[in-house]
């Protein structure tokens, strides 16, 4: 019998020598990853080392240069921006996302709607309004804002915000969610709700976490990568990473005396 292979951890998603040019400059040069379910996978690095690259990659926004990127053992780098979506891969932004003039609920409706690739005929034959508004509330109940469900996005505070980003990606139905800084420009306090929102989806989804803040990263990896100048510098856990000289040596005069 063999029960090793219940016990292994899946590797949801994967990139193979993944490079991204903009002419002479490589953003993203020949990374290489596995990012498993049931995990939080962080990313950190300098400005400008590509992480935001990588994740507009693995979303379908951006095509690679070179490169693979698997989906549960199947190449998809060549597959439509929206059919990213409909596997299951859905990511947040590092610049909003949000009608400030709808409502939360509302928000999360046309972020669902948007999954569907547009087809609204579609849509309305798979769900009505009324399946697509409990669908919303439920995403925005799994992030704490289901008190808030009415209110118009403008009038929530900043930090709410982020959260109804996390709600509007959390209502495609993910199974791998892609965030793009989501604590970015928060206070400890609203920085700490969000880090006890991704300790309880991260027992769901596979989560790919680029994030500055890098005591809130310490806290949610299971895996972390720093990168530089496009490369893949090193993966392991927390302590493993912060142990590494070259990752020190990375983040000399960065202002960062994280390492
Ligand atoms: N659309 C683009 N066109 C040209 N260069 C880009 C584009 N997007 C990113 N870059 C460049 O690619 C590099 C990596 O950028 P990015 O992935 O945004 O880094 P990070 O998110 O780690 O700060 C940077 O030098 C950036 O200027
Ligand atoms: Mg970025």
């Known amino acids: 019998m063999n029960t090793q292979v219940s016990l292994d951890i899946q590797v949801m998603l994967e990139t193979q020598g993944l490079c991204k040019y903009w002419g002479g400059l490589k953003a993203l040069d020949g990374?290489?990853?596995?990012?498993?379910?049931?995990?939080?996978?962080?990313?950190?690095g300098p400005n400008g080392a590509g992480k935001s690259t990588l994740l507009?990659?693995?979303?379908?926004?951006?095509?690679?240069?070179?490169?693979?990127i698997m989906h549960k053992g199947e190449a998809i780098e060549a597959i439509k921006?929206?059919?990213?979506?409909?596997?299951?891969?859905?990511?947040?932004?590092?610049?909003?996302?949000i009608y400030p003039g709808a409502s939360c609920l509302e928000n999360c409706c046309?972020?669902?709607?948007?999954?569907?690739?547009?087809?609204?005929?579609?849509?309305?034959?798979?769900?009505?309004?009324?399946?697509?508004?409990?669908?919303?509330?439920?995403?925005?109940?799994?992030?704490?804002?289901?008190a808030r469900r009415d209110q118009i996005a403008a009038q929530i505070s900043y930090g709410e915000q982020r959260q109804l980003e996390i709600a509007m990606v959390l209502a495609t139905a993910p199974q791998v969610l892609l965030l793009d800084e989501p604590m970015a420009g928060m206070g400890h306090e609203e920085s700490q709700l969000i880090i006890e929102l991704l300790n309880r989806l991260k027992r769901e989804y596979c989560i790919v976490l680029v994030e500055h803040d890098m005591d809130a990263v310490f806290?949610?990896?299971?895996?972390?990568?720093?990168?530089?100048?496009?490369?893949?510098?090193?993966?392991?856990?927390?302590?493993?990473?912060r142990d590494n000289p070259r990752v020190k040596e990375a983040y000399l005069g960065q202002g960062d005396e994280v390492f």
Request: charged share 20%.
């Open 31 to 44: 990374v290489s990853l596995q990012f498993y379910d049931k995990q939080l996978h962080g990313i950190v």
């Open 56 to 68: 507009n990659l693995l979303c379908g926004h951006y095509k690679p240069t070179h490169g693979r």
């Open 81 to 97: 921006p929206h059919a990213f979506a409909r596997r299951g891969i859905g990511r947040s932004f590092q610049k909003t996302n």
């Open 110 to 146: 046309v972020a669902v709607q948007r999954r569907m690739g547009g087809n609204f005929n579609l849509l309305r034959s798979r769900y009505s309004q009324k399946v697509l508004d409990e669908i919303a509330s439920d995403a925005l109940d799994k992030v704490g804002l289901g």
């Open 219 to 241: 806290e949610l990896s299971d895996q972390l990568t720093v990168m530089v100048d496009g490369q893949h510098l090193t993966t392991g856990t927390v302590s493993q990473v």
